[in-house]
């Protein structure tokens, strides 16, 4: 067990986040699985990361590249709240989409981020551009946290794609942190995936799969019309 411990990734002179890592490193593993068996998180698509702590922000991160169903202990990173890793290389690299991980940790009701490329998430976002589209009186809209009847609709929001991080996290931050009616639950990038938070990895892997059963429903509706 020790030599497996070893491989978790690990923050010099932090060592009181060591269980905090090996905890959420293998909550993301099983998450890796199984979103790479639903075909959410194929090839090395996809991210995903844990808030460990708030002051310093630290967060856990898939690093760049992997597969998301072969996910190994030495395959995350902790970041700052600068997105500069705090472990060793040999752990890889951030995520290229670290940036907007760090805006969604800021809210301080979240716990963990997840990202995901399924068919029908992609689909929807390249037949709703940037006008985006509303998921109404279905019974699993409940699965999302605050909504407690079918009688209710969520405003799903897609932005355009972009691969400067910088610049696509300062169009989704003004929603996100609106205080008058803020963005919640999760948002689609144009052709690209799903971004979902909640207030622990639990709450957020339910969000992914309201979203993604409800992405299905509505895109077989449409190719059925």
């Not at 963990?112 to 699993?140: A, C, I, P, Q, Y």
Request: no cysteine.
């Amino acid at each position: 067990m020790a030599a497996l411990e070893n491989r978790y990734p690990k923050i010099p002179g932090e060592e009181h986040l060591n269980q905090a890592i090996a905890e959420g490193v293998e909550g993301l593993r099983d998450v890796g699985r199984l979103f790479h068996g639903f075909k959410w998180s194929l090839g090395t698509s996809s991210n995903y990361s844990v808030v460990l702590q708030r002051d310093p922000m630290r967060i856990l991160l898939t690093s760049s590249g992997n597969d998301k169903r072969l996910l190994r202990e030495q395959d995350f990173v902790v970041v700052d709240g600068l997105g500069k890793s705090l472990v060793d290389k040999s752990h890889g690299k951030p995520s290229a989409e670290t940036g907007l991980h760090l805006l969604l940790a800021e809210l301080p009701d979240t716990g963990s981020v997840l990202h995901t490329h399924s068919v029908w998430n992609t689909l929807l976002s390249d037949r709703f551009g940037e006008v985006g589209f509303t998921l109404e009186k279905f019974e699993m809209l409940k699965g999302l946290d605050g909504i407690s009847t079918h009688e209710t609709s969520k405003r799903v929001e897609v932005f355009a794609n972009d691969q400067d991080i910088d610049r696509l996290a300062a169009k989704v931050r003004p929603r996100v942190m609106d205080a008058a009616n803020p963005l919640k639950h999760g948002f689609l990038l144009e052709r690209h995936g799903l971004y979902t938070w909640g207030k622990s990895l639990a709450e957020a892997r339910r969000h992914i799969e309201i979203f993604e059963f409800l992405f299905e429903v509505l895109g077989r509706k449409y190719q059925g019309g």
